[in-house]
């Protein structure tokens, strides 16, 4: 099992940039994919960015360009750079890790599906203000 410690968020300007951090209790390279998450207030969850074990990345349309997800395995840390900030980007961020491949049931968009991980950290705070 796998015990994920998110931290990094705060409170900035929008336009500004936060560093999240993701430190796993086991080996990330033997994680099949890690990835981060958002939930605002009265929203569902949205997946925001995926990394592969082959450090291949995938991220949500609203933050391509301005996030960058990452991973260090020597370290057994994931990061979410988050770069030009929006107050739409104001919500909880959550790193999680999936050891198993993803349900068939989920369909084409399985890779920033929640359903698709089993670890999930305790959440880091990132509010961005106009």
């Known amino acids: 099992a796998q015990v994920l410690v998110d931290s990094g968020g705060g409170s900035v300007q929008a336009g500004g940039s936060l560093r999240l951090s993701c430190v796993a209790s086991?080996?990330?390279?033997?994680?099949?994919?890690m990835g981060w998450f958002r939930q605002a207030p009265g929203k569902e969850r949205e997946g925001v960015a995926v990394?592969?074990?082959?450090?291949?990345?995938e991220y949500a349309v609203s933050v391509k360009g301005r996030f960058t997800i990452s991973q260090d395995n020597a370290k057994n840390t994931v990061y979410l750079q988050m770069n030009s900030l929006e107050p739409e980007d104001t919500a909880m961020y959550y790193c999680?890790?999936?050891?198993?491949?993803?349900?068939?049931?989920?369909?084409?968009?399985?890779?920033?599906?929640?359903?698709?991980?089993?670890?999930w950290g305790q959440g880091t705070q990132v509010t961005v203000s106009s």
């Open positions: 086991g080996y990330t390279s033997t994680m099949y994919r």
């Open positions: 990394i592969y074990r082959n450090s291949g990345t």
């Open positions: 999680a890790a999936a050891d198993r491949p993803p349900p068939p049931s989920l369909g084409r968009n399985w890779p920033l599906h929640e359903q698709s991980y089993n670890y």
